[in-house]
């Protein structure tokens, strides 16, 4: 384990140092020696280079280093492989990892990413400022790049919802002034840009007075009137496309298309065919994640997944490096600082022996080795992020099964009842019906119809408040119930079960360790993943998160639900901006007429 | 003739209106129908595409824009002509054109320019910072963007020449904090850069944080260490390439490489072939002119003969195009506002029949139709330059014959005499020797062997200063002297002549006249180019200056002066940075050593 500066200086504080190893007057602190240069600048591969490294910074990049070796220079052989810039994740939320800042480069540092633009919209919608500024500080104290995003809609939804923070267009602005902050992130209020919402174009305005860069999230099909809109207003990206014809509509108009693929997005395949069927100027594209399981990054990747899979799509390796090396940094206006292995950039650097399946040999940032053959060999401390951004699970009562009871109509034998129909492996829902029989004035789910229960528990006030409602599609099939603190974008807690004390249960468990995602049947725990941070992140590693999110899924399964991926569905269930029909604090949200409607009909 | 907007709000301010207009809730300003849109991002032609255009930027582009046809939208048929972004000059001299900055932007907005990144530096030089002032606001008060770049090297070899100023880091600073300049300009200092002068550092250093861009001029075809050295400081372009493999070079180590077609800058053709030949990926070359003189602006063109020029030599359109717009627009940070026809962007466009010849039948700039098929249609009047700019010519005396005498070593009958030898096409003088006859203690010069005599006048301080010496390859035959105060950079007066009284004729000619070039024969004025602002730019039209540039060239070949382009020799024999001998004020220099040296050896 090596130590590891926390910053390094600024080019033009490094300059002269630089100058003075590239002129081999000063020795280079290392010197990597004999590589194929991946020149993201010129579009070639130029074999026999050597690179001279001072101050965290690249000094030289030619034919022979040999003048900037001293008798303390560290020499790293590159034997031939291929040096390429170190990637970035144009797009990403840490919180979907369900870890830290420190924890999530922990884990990706490995796989080659060395700058990332994250966009902390969840904690946001928790902790407020305070938990954007938690994770710029975390981030800020990486031996990686780490940029923020400043969370542009909380909450989400205005008036449907009520989060955990609002903030203001002066609450954005003080974020943008942070040193570590590159801009708006993903303007989801589509419509609210189109229709001139003055907070929305106060957001932006604030950023683009900042020089800063101003994300965009346009998750519509619609490429008429309200799309150009949109790009009239400002924002300079979007990675919500999904369809060949997406990318190219968002470039022709001067944004740039960032192309996903996280855990459970796969939208690189069917966008690059832009540029590989049809031949489009690939300068604008970039690659991103936007969000990764840890089962995700322990397992399979990060940045060199995306990578690896757009090469894989039919793209010169070369361009694909582009695409999330240098397109990142110029469309962040970073490039004097990131994306290339060029002379006063970052010496953030990636030794390989073959690029279209990018084993990560030997991953380096501002010059310090962290990573060796995909095992992190730098020691990166954690950070202890403080009590308030803790025990944020605030209940304000022990709930009993009776707080799921859900009354009929005064009378009523039988009610006919909106439930929330989940689908596989999608984000919108069904708006169902069902008719439910009566019982004592109480009306009861129908496990037997896969009709069971959901309750969103308001979390943040501690107001004891309780919504109730009825949800289809998990096959909960025992007593049981699931309970989670993840859920977006308000971050209440989200209760589906089967039975009133499980999810009675369940919901104080939560409570009491500080938030997570916790699976319990007849009165027994099956499985928590404790989330203590904000009720959204855990204080333990990667691997470890990524056993216990393992262990949590088994634990559904258990209780009946066969769904590819239904702890996403459920965490998805509050989501009042996407249709058909949702839950939130304030009842149940008919999302195709963003109102608010009756449980029963 | 219509009137001009001096200039447009931002994109941030006029976002509102913009999204309005693209909804098709308040009409645009104007609207272009029916074009072929030259897409710059994506790399594409468009057709069947309508630009909408309000408070100068544009609004919408799509293939139907009558939703924003109001009754007094203003409504323009491309009827199937090509819609391209104006263009932009990365890096030019307006001095060069001896015009004012608003009559330079006369004479190319007919040819489609609307975008100009000027570095007056030989204004500097003569009236240092308020000199650029000048032209800053002479600049910010055009329909077209003409952004300065802060002159970096003023003197620019100090310690070998006196200029009328001198810059400091402080100077360069304050300059970079007005509102309309871009960066430094040309880091001239190459070896100063290399050899990590604080001057030359602090200023690039100023430029870094001001955010700003660092304009390049590596004039040396060594690509070896010093070039290594120069690019770790900082500078990010370079224009003074001239072989293939400069661009190479350049672009490999994260510059861009500006490729130059001026008056007499021919280095498109060679260094293109990197892309053409090579396959290097485009995105990082630009275009530029860096000198044209009032006579091309006339005749030939601008930014089109550029673009059309690069076309000849095997570009695609597109990518030629590019190279005058997008790519300059993100080199200088600027792509929100120039370089493409998107969204939010200056209407900045151009209507044309045909890419590969580029006829300019419509130029619009900030929604403004400024000139039609050629010609100038906007009224953009004159910026009456102060007083204190004009009559710059303080020679201290009236000059006789007898100051550009020679005297001859104490008994001498003959001297060896170095001679700076002029090079027909080519800025590098040879430093020759001949022997000289003496009479009356006098050294003779030797017209028959076309040895004349040339004289570096003082003229900013009035010291009467008068520095003698031998020039030869001007051919003159005839008694006769010419005179400039252009006389690159320190600008005070160089009088090259075959008669002392006809020296002293045109040197006091100039004085009265406050500056410029002047041809004088047996005592009579044959041309003169009256140059009134700072000695360097006329306050008349282009076509008068040209004209008058005609005439001058015509009496320096009465005079027997045969070489072509000659007035661009003599206005360089002062440019102590360039090999190998010249003359400045402090005397007779060896720019291969850069040290001062005897007239005699």
Redesign the interface.
């Known amino acids: 384990m090596t130590g590891v500066p926390m910053s390094i200086p600024?080019?033009?504080e490094s300059?002269?140092r630089?100058?003075?190893?590239?002129?081999?007057r000063t020795p280079a602190d290392s010197v990597i020696r004999g590589g194929k240069?991946v020149?993201v600048?010129?579009?070639?591969i130029?074999p026999n280079t050597d690179i001279a490294i001072a101050a965290g910074r690249i000094?030289?990049?030619?034919p022979d280093a040999s003048?900037a070796i001293g008798a303390n220079t560290k020499v790293i052989e590159a034997k031939g492989r291929y040096m390429v810039p170190g990637l970035c994740d144009a797009h990403m939320h840490v919180e979907s990892g369900m870890v830290t800042v420190t924890e999530f480069a922990r884990a990706v540092i490995p796989h080659g990413t060395t700058s990332m633009f994250i966009d902390p919209h969840e904690i946001a919608n928790v902790l407020g400022l305070a938990g954007v500024r938690l994770m710029h500080d975390d981030a800020a104290s990486l031996p990686i790049n780490v940029q923020v995003q400043v969370p542009s809609c909380v909450p989400s939804a205005p008036g449907l919802e009520n989060a955990g923070a609002e903030f203001s267009i002066r609450d954005v602005t003080e974020a943008l002034g942070w040193p570590q902050t590159c801009g708006l992130g993903e303007m989801m209020n589509f419509p609210g840009?189109?229709m001139?919402d003055p907070k929305m174009?106060g957001e932006?305005?604030a950023t683009?007075?900042a020089?800063k860069t101003v994300g965009g999230h346009f998750a519509s099909p619609d490429l008429g009137?309200?799309f150009?809109?949109y790009?009239?207003?400002?924002p300079?990206d979007d990675h919500e496309g999904t369809r060949k014809e997406d990318p190219?509509a968002r470039?022709?108009?001067?944004m740039r298309a960032m192309l996903r693929l996280g855990s459970a997005w796969y939208d690189v395949a069917e966008q690059i065919k832009a540029v590989t069927e049809d031949?489009?100027?690939p300068?604008?594209f970039l690659l991103c994640t936007d969000d990764s399981h840890s089962g995700t990054l322990v397992n399979d990747g990060h940045m060199n997944r995306v990578v690896r899979h757009a090469i894989q799509q039919g793209l010169k390796p070369i361009t694909a490096i582009q695409m999330a090396t240098l397109n990142t940094a110029?469309h962040f206006?970073m490039?004097?600082d990131i994306g290339?292995i060029?002379?006063?950039?970052r010496a953030d650097i990636i030794l390989t022996s073959d690029l279209p399946t990018l084993p990560m040999e030997l991953v380096m940032a501002a010059g310090e080795v962290l990573a060796e053959d995909g095992r992190l060999t730098a020691n990166i401390p954690f950070n202890d992020y403080p009590e308030f951004a803790k025990n944020t699970v605030n209940l304000g009562k022990r709930l009993a099964a009776d707080d799921f009871d859900i009354y009929a109509p005064e009378g009523a034998a039988e009610v006919r009842a909106r439930v929330i129909g989940v689908i596989e492996n999608q984000a919108p829902t069904r708006a169902l019906e069902a008719n439910l029989s009566v019982e004592n004035g109480l009306v009861s789910m129908d496990a037997g119809k896969d009709v069971c229960q959901i309750a969103l528990v308001e979390r943040h006030r501690g107001t004891g408040g309780v919504v109730n409602g009825f949800v289809s599609g998990f096959g909960y099939d025992k007593p049981c119930a699931v309970a989670s603190t993840v859920a977006h974008d308000s971050h209440h807690m989200i209760v589906v079960g089967t039975s009133k004390e499980d999810m009675a249960a369940a919901a104080n468990h939560l409570g009491k360790v500080g938030g997570g995602i916790t699976v319990f049947s007849e009165g027994k725990e099956l499985a928590t993943v404790e989330l203590a941070i904000a009720g959204l992140m855990s204080e333990e590693r990667a691997e470890i998160v990524a056993e216990k999110a393992a262990a949590m899924v088994a634990a559904m399964g258990t209780c009946g639900c066969k769904l590819n991926n239904a702890y996403m569905q459920h965490s998805l269930l509050a989501l009042v901006v996407i249709p058909e029909i949702r839950i939130s604090d304030l009842g149940i949200i008919d999302v195709s007429k963003f109102e608010r409607v009756d449980l029963f009909i």
């Open positions: 600024s080019w033009t300059a002269p630089l100058i003075e190893t590239a002129m081999g240069w020149n600048y010129s579009g070639e130029i000094a030289y990049v030619g003048h840009v189109a001139n174009i932006i305005g683009q007075l020089n009137l309200m150009h809109g790009v009239a207003g400002g300079a190219v470039i022709r108009q001067g031949g489009m100027d300068r604008n110029q206006g490039e004097k290339s060029s002379p006063g950039r």
